[in-house]
């Protein structure tokens, strides 16, 4: 098909040390100028094939080619100066520095007369040479104009959505002149807008003749652009299609091996007595101003109640607020009648509410601790976890049989629960902090984003549990930028626009238009005492 190949990787093994295979005998060939899907569910190995290809990893076997040329990468820097640049799915970037010092670290653009600059050079204040930002930052702004990557050099990346973070990372490989483009796991957290957004940023580089390799567990990116797509489960390739030649179902049942219902099966809901409620609730974001403005709704046991909404809109806000992790400025919340609008998280979970929160590594996990030291974070102190005074003593055994329960019933792919889970695929983490939310049993499921980041199979198993958990009485809270879920999950939708709930539907009487339609403020808000009826 192809007359060269940029990249050929040849009978590749990864084995971890426990004789943990990553990658059984891989052979995989990419043309020149092709984007090229790599599908697979979490843990299936699609990174860490990447990152034997970027020299972040070396291989334990096999051969790999860039262009017809055998290399042994020892580091990234050695891809880098081949043209291989890689985004990672968790972005590698400095939130206090502004976008130019992030895309120019490691490659500072000195002086073209460093001599005549030296006098300004003082090491005791600044140990660095004297670096040229000002030609960086015209670099970076043509990078931009020619892409489609407009962003702001000055900006600081905190200050930045996570939309335009990513734009960062793109302009920065750019920026060192890469052509092979690794993305891994591009859209997991963007919304549906940015995703379009990204989709027209790749096919400006196909258009530039540069080769695209997406690392991908979700189903739409590679039948949308990918010229053919490859799909690994666990660790071993099952094959390469041309995507004219496939479709969703095929691929799905290519990455999980059984097919798969994109469609989840319930029966209507039968709601009884309210659990949730939020009473003209005003909350403020990080920097003081108005996030949630006189937000009024209920959520009733045996229900799920989906908010739809672009990233942004004050949806994260408010199920902080909800869980206490963020002060209420005005309003209140109450659990089964008990007014709980200053309880703390601790407290909450003791009230019988579950939560998931938005991201994993920064609100959900502890990076350093084991997978099965976090499957119990918020109830270590609790029986059957704890015991003696004030939960001090941790019941090990006790922990490590329940850690296996949850690990076997959401199907984690894991070496040790004894292993820190920085180790875990992010969809695995996922898992994780999915698993300990849902494990105890709640009252109430606050969850935000919970499949963000889980591969087909993993979406369908964990949809099936909110549906299991619904018909139990469980009152569920979901908060999502993925309509289809939304749309299929959700007994009632409701759509945040400026912090207002504009309307509240059910998923027979709209339709993605609509939703679309009013997640963009097309719709005049309806008041608050109507919502909740």
Known sequence: MFSIYAIELE???????????????????????????????????????????????????????IRGKEVNFKSPQDAIRLGIGMVHQHFKLIPIMTVTENVVLGAEPLYANLTA???????????????????????????AEENGLQIDPYAKIQDLSVGLQQRVELIKILYRDADILILDEPTAVLTPQEVDELFETLETFRKEGKTIILITHKLREPMTICDRITVLRRGELVGTVKRVDTSREQLAEMMVGRPVVFRVAKT?????????????????????????RDISFEVKRGEILGLAGVHG????????????LRKVHHGEIYIEGERVTKYRPRKMRATGVGYIPQDRQKQGLILDFTTKENLILGGQHEPPFA??????????????????????????RLRDIDEPISTLSGGNQQKVVAARAIGPNPKLLLASHPTR???VGATEYIHNVLIRMRDQGVAIFLISADLDEIR?????????????????????????????????????????????Q
């Not at 005998?25 to 190995?45: F, K, P, Q």
């Not at 004030?390 to 090990?396: D, I, M, P, W």
């Open 11 to 65: 009978n590749i093994w990864k084995v971890f040390p426990g004789n943990v295979q990553a990658n059984c005998d891989i052979t995989l060939r990419i043309g020149e100028g092709e984007v090229h899907g790599l599908l697979g569910e979490n843990g299936a190995g699609k990174t860490t094939l990447m990152n034997v290809l970027y020299g972040l990893l070396s291989r334990t076997s096999g051969t790999v080619k």
């Open 117 to 143: 600059n030296l006098k300004y050079w003082r090491p005791s204040i600044n140990p660095a040479l004297p670096t040229n930002f000002r030609s960086a930052e015209k670099k970076i702004l043509r990078i």
């Open 268 to 292: 209507p809901a039968k709601p009884t007595d309210t659990v949730l409620s939020v009473e003209n609730l005003h909350v403020q974001d990080d920097r003081g101003l108005p996030a949630v």
């Open 313 to 324: 809109n004050g949806q994260d806000e408010l199920v902080e607020a909800i869980w206490g």
């Open 387 to 412: 015991t003696g005074p004030r939960g001090f003593l941790l019941n090990a055994l006790d922990i490590t049989n329940y850690s296996n329960i949850l690990v076997k019933d959401f199907d984690i």
């Open 453 to 455: 980041g889980l591969d």
């Open 488 to 532: 299929n999950v959700s007994d009632r939708i409701a759509v945040i626009f400026k912090g207002e709930l504009v309307a509240i539907r059910t998923p027979e009487e709209t339709d993605e238009r609509e939703l679309g339609l009013l997640m963009a403020g097309e719709q005049r808000a309806i008041p608050s005492e109507e919502l909740t």
